[in-house]
């Protein structure tokens, strides 16, 4: 199993923060655009006075090894659920994939930290888990690496996105 916490500076306040993340059309263009998925859709968004909830479909692209291509399949998407308390703003979610989805575990939570007056850090914490004899670790460390690089190029599309809607 692999635990890892990533974070990264995103030049604007916190509420800003959270609208931007919870965007429909943000969350469109970031994984379409910038994250180069085939696909992804919004399945549901709710907001109360308490909770956000999200449920997602994503087609990311995928760059495996070899055996990994071959045990994922040509057709690999996952469904996110996500969730956050609006007393704690703390987003969690956890990660089904379409396949293996009884042997692998992608979840995590997500919060933010003022640094400044124009200013967060975003800290991930995910855990990612492949329970597949004899490439459970390389399921694993793909995994990782390929959050690893997602996230990290989400931080200049929000900038960017931040830039052109006058929120940055």
């Given at each position: 199993m692999a635990k890892f916490t990533l974070t990264h500076e995103i030049n604007c306040d916190a509420d800003t923060f959270w609208r931007i993340f919870l965007d429909q059309e943000y969350n469109k263009k970031l994984y379409l655009e910038g994250l180069g998925f085939s696909g992804y859709e919004i399945l549901d968004q709710r907001e109360t006075d308490t909770t956000v909830t999200r449920k997602v479909k994503g087609t990311p692209k995928m760059n495996l090894p070899g055996p990994l291509a071959k045990l994922v399949g040509s057709n690999f998407s996952y469904i996110e659920d996500g969730k956050m308390e609006r007393a704690d703003k703390i987003w969690t979610w956890k990660v089904t994939p379409s396949s293996m989805a009884d042997k692998v575990?992608?979840?995590?939570?997500?919060?933010?930290?003022?640094?400044?007056?124009?200013?967060?850090?975003?800290?991930?914490?995910?855990?990612?888990?492949?329970?597949?004899?004899?490439?459970?670790?390389?399921?694993?460390?793909?995994?990782?690496?390929?959050?690893?690089?997602?996230?990290?190029?989400?931080?200049?599309?929000?900038?960017?996105?931040?830039?052109?809607?006058?929120?940055?």
């Open positions: 575990r992608n979840e995590g939570s997500l919060r933010i930290e003022p640094i400044g007056d124009n200013k967060v850090r975003r800290i991930a914490d995910l855990v990612v888990e492949a329970k597949v004899f004899g490439v459970g670790g390389m399921i694993e460390s793909t995994l990782e690496k390929q959050l690893r690089e997602g996230w990290e190029a989400s931080v200049p599309f929000m900038h960017k996105w931040l830039a052109a809607h006058g929120a940055a």
